[in-house]
């Protein structure tokens, strides 16, 4: 091939591939598409959300250095960045985002885990507006282990999130339940951070939903040296145990874990979990309808 048509060629990939990254997109771009966003190191995509305008918001967490960061990053329809991706930076350690919801003002509210020591977390929840920026973060969770799992905007536009906290009891430490009710400008709307579970058990919400009179939380609990049980649990309104459900209710030679739960239009609810057979360390997934 000769310089001329080399260079020729050379200008034909070019186009073509920055014409990828634009607004103006075949139908078939517009169906569908394939993007790659991130650093040169281990990047992980947590959670998207699509905007009224057709684009998407999405969270996750990127290495920066040593170190993973939060990162947030806002799109258009076609999934080309309109606000470049976006890191926060908690302590120089490692952080890491779990959950987000969208907010009415087109920004969002996530949940993650802030690492404020080596081998010690906080809870993480931040607000962003719509560009990606931060509106402000709280950190929640004692002197130990805390991490933040899921969250939800409420009917009263507030958010209530969950996870685990570790308590010191006895000379041994437990995870218990951690839930919490804030506003979107950050205020407590719970005077304090509910922790809910057996001091001697092992308990993990990692999902939330709202129903009529209260919340329903869905996790695992297993006392020392035992397989794990799915707990699903209803929380009343003001964050206190209403009725708790072990699944199975006896001790098991699989171990479980309730991942999310939603609610059905017949008013039942439905549990996506994990089964571990321990002999084997294999798992299934487990799909279950519960009353």
Not at 69 to 93: A, H, P, Q, R
Not at 140 to 165: K, W
């Amino acid at each position: 091939m000769d310089m001329n048509k080399l260079i020729l060629f050379s200008v034909i990939v070019i186009l073509f591939v920055t014409s990828c990254d634009q607004e103006e997109v075949s139908p078939k771009q517009a169906d569908k598409f394939v993007k790659y966003y991130g650093g040169l190191s281990t990047d992980h995509g947590n959670d998207v959300k699509q905007l009224p305008d057709g684009g998407y918001f999405i969270v996750g967490t990127i290495t920066i250095g040593d170190n993973s960061d939060i990162f947030t990053l806002v799109t258009d329809e076609y999934g080309n960045s309109k606000t470049g991706l976006k890191t926060f930076d908690g302590n120089n350690l490692n952080d890491k985002i779990s959950r987000m919801q969208l907010l009415n003002d087109g920004g969002a509210v996530a949940i993650g885990t802030y690492q404020r020591a080596l081998g010690n977390n906080d809870i993480w929840i931040l607000r962003f507006n719509n560009k990606g920026d931060t509106l402000w973060t709280r950190k929640f969770g004692g002197s130990d282990d805390d991490e933040g799992y899921n969250l939800i905007v409420n009917r009263s536009d507030d958010i209530v999130a969950v996870g685990y906290t570790d308590i010191s009891s006895d000379g041994n430490v437990n995870r218990e339940f951690w839930i919490h009710n804030i506003s979107k400008e950050g205020t407590d709307i719970w005077a304090d951070e509910r922790v809910l579970g057996h001091p001697k058990f092992d308990e993990v919400a990692n999902s939330i939903i709202q129903i009529d009179d209260g919340y329903i939380l869905i996790g695992s609990s297993n006392q020392k040296n035992a397989n794990r049980s799915i707990l699903f649990s209803k929380i009343t309104e003001w964050g206190g145990f209403s009725r708790i459900t072990s699944i199975p209710s006896e001790p098991s030679e699989y171990d479980y874990q309730g991942n999310m739960i939603a609610q059905l239009r017949d008013g039942n609810f439905l549990i996506l979990a994990t089964r571990t057979d321990v002999s084997t360390s294999t798992s299934d997934i487990l799909l279950y309808k519960v009353e």
